[in-house]
């Protein structure tokens, strides 16, 4: 599968997760069928043209950690009720969308 088209499967996927839910990377790759490939999920939701109508902020690490330095992803996921924990951490046991 070509870069391009695994960005487009990619987003087909993030544009259905539900406000107030997340996933994870490693979720996202299984649900394409490619289990080891979350960095290059990671590496689909960098290359996100900011214009596109992509709910990015609700893809976290698999710990609930979200991403280094986008203060903006905290903001959005507590608007819409997204739990924390003390460490800034999704608390994925109560908001993960598994597809």
């Not at 997340?22 to 069928?33: P, S």
């Not at 900011?50 to 710990?63: E, F, L, M, T, Y």
């Amino acid at each position: 599968m070509q870069h391009a088209a695994f960005q487009k499967e990619v987003y087909q996927i993030v544009k259905q997760i539900p406000a107030g839910k997340v996933t994870t990377y490693g979720q996202i790759a299984y649900m394409l069928g490619r289990p080891k490939n979350s960095r290059l999920v990671g590496q689909a939701m960098r290359l996100t043209p900011s214009d596109a109508k992509i709910p990015s902020h609700r893809v976290v690490g698999a710990n609930g950690r979200l991403v280094p330095g986008w203060h903006t992803q905290y903001e959005l996921l507590r608007a819409k009720g997204v739990p924390f924990t003390p460490g800034g951490n999704v608390q994925l046991k109560r908001c993960f969308w598994q597809g």
